[in-house]
């Protein structure tokens, strides 16, 4: 089955900097999603995109719908660091699918 | 406050065992999903269900099955445990879309850690 490809696959960062991941599709998705997973813990929803451009905040999170559509950026301003953890991309092709394809993850590390 | 709930935190069963994962919402969702978690893999979906008795396999759907005789449980069967299907699996929940307006993500379980000596 087809997944997202994420980048960086993990990173280490120091606190108090910004960081920048991204997900990236050959396909076209009409909605993208961002989950945050805690370590020992399930994925929880941040942020959730429904339009070509969108750019959303949740806190110190911004995400953006890639205009291709085939693209989705997180951006965290100010890491601290219960920040840690692994951060998944999901994106659905078109209204008919209950399913949601995941990305393979960026693991973030950060440093105090 | 609204969860998904699965069994087990952690198990460690034999080889050739049937082993059972069971997941529980409380959120009258009609969909719910399972999936397992492996490191550079991500998520991939073994098999999902859109209402009480309906499933369809998912990306990996080979050496299990599932069981969902009432709205609020779905369980994940492992029906002769192997080494490779030790990994983590998560079990999550989300409404039907019927507006198809893409409106819902999924709720997520906190996740079984399987190990099969």
């Known amino acids: 089955g087809q997944q997202l490809n994420q980048s960086p696959q993990s990173m280490f960062i120091q606190e108090g900097e910004d960081v920048s991941m991204n997900c990236t599709s050959s396909s076209i998705f009409n909605t993208w999603l961002w989950y945050k997973q805690d370590p020992g813990e399930g994925p929880v929803l941040l942020i959730a995109l429904y339009k070509a451009g969108e750019l959303t905040s949740n806190g110190r999170l911004t995400a953006q719908f890639g205009i291709t559509r085939k693209d989705s950026f997180l951006n965290i301003s100010a890491s601290i660091p219960s920040d840690v953890g692994i951060y998944f991309c999901a994106g659905r092709k078109n209204s008919g699918t209950y399913k949601y394809i995941f990305g393979t993850g960026t693991r973030l590390k950060v440093l105090a | 406050d609204v969860k998904v709930t699965q069994s087990s935190r952690y198990l460690v069963k034999r080889t050739g065992e049937k082993v059972f994962l069971e997941c529980v919402q409380d959120m009258d969702h009609e969909n719910m999903f399972w999936y397992r978690q492996d490191p550079g893999l991500g998520l991939r979906l073994i098999y999902f269900?859109?209402?009480?008795?309906?499933?369809e396999k998912g990306d990996i759907p080979e050496g299990y099955s599932v069981s969902r005789e009432k709205k609020e449980r779905f369980s994940l069967i492992l029906e002769s445990a192997s080494t490779n299907q030790t990994s983590m699996y998560l079990c999550?929940?989300?409404?039907?879309?019927?507006?198809?307006?893409?409106?819902?993500?999924?709720?997520f379980g906190s996740g079984t850690r399987l190990t099969v000596v």
């Open positions: 269900s859109y209402d009480v008795k309906m499933k």
């Open positions: 999550a929940s989300s409404p039907a879309d019927l507006r198809g307006l893409g409106t819902y993500g999924y709720t």
